[in-house]
């Protein structure tokens, strides 16, 4: 539930930041479309017109360039280092891209930027609010101290998250946790295929394998986890639950990532 209501935060922020108005020529918003082609027309050489000291501006050389209707596609399945200005995207590699294994150093400083971006901690106290609102553990209590109490359990759950899946466990095992955008095909494959990086991810060999970065390390968060809630909440339930939801929000938040470059073209009419 807070993962969805701060998807839903980010889209709104993004329609209010394009204020409600579509490009005269925008394309249509259909995000089946995921494949373009150019079109270039074989002119014959014309002789060279004198131009006029306007003509020679910046300005004018560019207009001249440019014919009418001839626009070069965006490219497919680009992705911003943040969505929207607010979400940091630095997990994210764009379709197409040569595919490196990343140096220990490298991915300990992904876990650190998804760690302690600003927009983390906007996010746990969002995400602390709602805890609190929902009384999702009574034993911290309400108002001042109880978002305290709720707001440092998130942030280590996040952080300890972020350095085990993406920089221990991988370290050790050799696994790259980099998001690889498909970017192209049916909606349907594409779904899967970021739904299913949870379970399958590359090797530093480039090769699929099963993505025990992922799951052990969201496990041993959770068994972390265990040492600083209420005692109420250490059940076996309550742990798996809790383990369910982190792994689900991985999942969920790749898929994010895989349509974002479409919903920023199709939707809200804008490049990533």
């Given amino acids: 539930m807070r993962f969805f209501l701060f998807l839903a935060f980010l889209v709104a922020a993004g329609a209010a930041a394009q204020g409600g108005e579509t490009p005269a020529g925008a394309a249509s918003g259909n995000i089946s479309d995921l494949t373009f082609s150019d079109s270039w027309v074989d002119l014959p050489d014309a002789p060279e017109p004198v131009q006029s000291a306007e003509a020679n501006t910046p300005q004018a050389k560019g207009d001249s360039n440019s014919a009418p209707g001839d626009k070069t596609p965006p490219p497919v399945g680009q992705q911003p280092k943040r969505i929207l ?6 997990r994210a590699v764009s379709a197409g891209a040569t595919r490196t294994p990343p140096t220990a150093k490298q991915s300990f400083k992904l876990a650190t930027q998804n760690s302690f ?19 999702s553990h009574p034993q911290l209590g309400k108002g001042v101290a109880g978002l305290w109490g709720y707001s440092w359990r998130g942030f280590v759950d996040k952080t300890d998250g972020n350095y085990l899946v993406l920089f221990a466990l991988p370290t050790l095992f050799r696994q790259d946790e980099r998001y690889y955008t498909l970017g192209k095909g049916k909606i349907w494959k594409r779904a899967v295929y970021s739904l299913s990086s949870v379970l399958i991810t590359p090797n530093y060999q480039g090769n699929k ?11 041993i968060a959770e068994g972390i986890s265990t040492t600083y809630y209420p005692s109420q909440d250490r059940s076996l339930d309550e742990v798996a639950e809790k383990y369910g939801y982190a792994v ?8 994010f990532r895989e349509f974002w470059p479409d919903i920023a073209l199709h939707v809200l009419h804008r490049h990533s």
């Fill in 85 to 90: 200005g607010i979400m940091p995207n630095y």
């Fill in 117 to 135: 971006d600003y927009s983390s901690f906007v996010f746990v106290v969002l995400t602390s609010l709602i805890a609190e609102g929902d009384d």
């Fill in 209 to 219: 394998s099963f993505n025990i970065s992922e799951l052990l390390g969201r496990g």
């Fill in 248 to 255: 689900m929000r991985d999942g969920l938040t790749n898929a």
